[in-house]
């Protein structure tokens, strides 16, 4: 089977340059998009901030006192969430005259699946540097691009080719490109499980592609495989369309923002029981969960992880979305909303368990019971782990 070339594209500093387009005095100019920063006394978080403000130390997600500490001559910015919006909407129009297999990653990222339709442009690089140009030429913006056969890599690419780049990755130089790479370069690599791996001795994706496998799972579970497989060019992930994203998800709105753990483990083992079961009375089981967490000040995170096999358990989606949280979680920070989604479905699987083994058969039948018995009873009459005090969202 032919190589697939996957396209990774991102704006570059989105927020910031769509405010530099619009204002021709702050081209060049460092530029914080985020809460006010009241003289270095606001609270709330920075968006995000041109490159000129970069050097100075200032990123996502640092509070915007700090950013003011760090460079009090910058322009600071309110987000205009509603002209984002309307500028992503414009960016995603062209690339569906590229391809229809599109997947959103967020407000200005996504995936291309061009392996169908480069040829009209020669070559995958001409097609990408065809998007650049058509973005650059009726929207004012650059872009960053990865080119890859997986979609870990066009997404690491892209990366490392930031600001207005377009770096190409070709099947044959995948894992001399990789293994030289911090294992951070990694997607699902954040703090918690860099610490792990360096605990293996493990700090480069080459370390990674040649530790034991055993070693590995035995110490990061199913995640520990799946980072293996990644560190050997192996991701069988396909680009998804939208609509073939189909999702069950709940939500939940704490009253007051919140670092109280003991409270947020709470939610999410509520959530993930709201999910399982409405997955179950839809028949579906899904290989996706993702987290989604909003912090003090609106802003928004998701974090996601998609299993090998496709479950709706409740221990399942409770257990990866608190690993997926504790993997986010700084001290200190607020949490405001909290989201658990399970996606990637395929058929509805009654026919399949026939062939699954007896002990996934005996817990479909637990679940079973406890559906019924809430379903007589009402959502509390069955819980597991602490009771809980809950208004929904
Ligand atoms: P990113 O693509 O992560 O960042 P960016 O486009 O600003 O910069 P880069 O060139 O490094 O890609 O996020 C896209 C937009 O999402 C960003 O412009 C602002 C918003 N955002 C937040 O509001 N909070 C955050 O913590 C992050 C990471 C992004
Ligand atoms: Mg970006």
Redesign the pocket.
């Known amino acids: 089977m032919a190589a697939k070339v996957i396209a990774h594209i991102?704006?570059?500093?989105?927020?910031?340059?769509v405010e530099q387009r619009d204002n021709p005095s702050l081209r060049g100019q460092p530029v914080v998009?985020?809460a006010d920063p009241k003289a270095g006394r606001g609270r709330g978080?920075?968006?995000?901030?041109s490159?000129e403000a970069r050097p100075f130390g200032i990123h996502?997600?640092m509070p915007i006192s700090t950013a003011y500490k760090l460079c009090p001559h910058a322009t600071f910015l309110p987000?205009d969430g509603k002209k984002?919006s309307c500028v992503s909407e414009e960016i995603f129009k062209i690339f569906y005259d590229f391809t229809p297999d599109i997947e959103p990653i967020?407000?200005?990222?996504a995936f291309l699946d061009i392996t169908g339709s480069f040829h009209f442009y020669k070559t995958p690089f001409d097609t990408c540097m065809k998007i650049k140009e058509r973005i650059r030429g009726e929207i004012g913006l650059t872009a960053?691009i990865g080119i890859a056969p997986i979609k870990m890599a066009a997404k690491i690419a892209s990366?490392l080719c930031?600001?207005d780049g377009l770096l190409e990755v070709k099947q044959s130089d995948l894992l001399t490109f990789l293994w030289p790479l911090s294992i951070e370069k990694l997607w699902g690599v954040g703090d918690k499980t860099k610490k792990a791996l360096n605990g293996l001795g493990v700090y480069t994706i080459n370390d990674l592609a040649h530790a034991p496998e055993d070693k590995l799972s035995q110490h990061l579970g199913e995640n520990g495989r799946h980072l293996f497989a990644l560190a050997n060019g192996i991701d069988e992930r396909d680009v998804r369309r939208e609509e073939e994203v189909k999702s069950v998800s709940n939500e939940h709105t704490f009253e007051r923002d919140t670092n109280d753990l003991e409270k947020i483990y709470e939610i999410l083992l509520f959530l993930s029981e709201k999910v399982s079961r409405r997955l179950r009375k839809e028949q579906l089981k899904g290989k996706t969960v993702t987290l989604k967490i909003r912090l003090e000040g609106f802003?928004?995170?998701t974090r996601a992880f998609t299993f090998f096999e496709k479950t709706n358990f409740s221990d399942v989606i409770y257990k990866k979305s608190r690993e997926l949280f504790d993997e986010f979680y700084a001290p200190k920070m607020k949490i405001r909303l909290l989201g658990v989604r399970v996606s990637h479905f395929d058929e509805p699987y009654v026919q399949e368990s026939l062939f699954e083994n007896k002990g996934v058969q005996r817990l479909e039948k637990i679940h079973r019971a406890v559906d019924a018995i809430k379903d007589k009873f009402g959502e509390g009459a069955i819980h597991k782990g602490p009771p809980t005090r809950l208004t929904k969202s």
Do not use: L, R
């Open positions: 991102d704006m570059d500093a989105f927020f910031a340059a998009v985020g978080v920075v968006s995000t901030c490159y996502s997600a987000v984002y967020s407000i200005d990222e960053s990366d930031k600001p802003h928004t995170f």
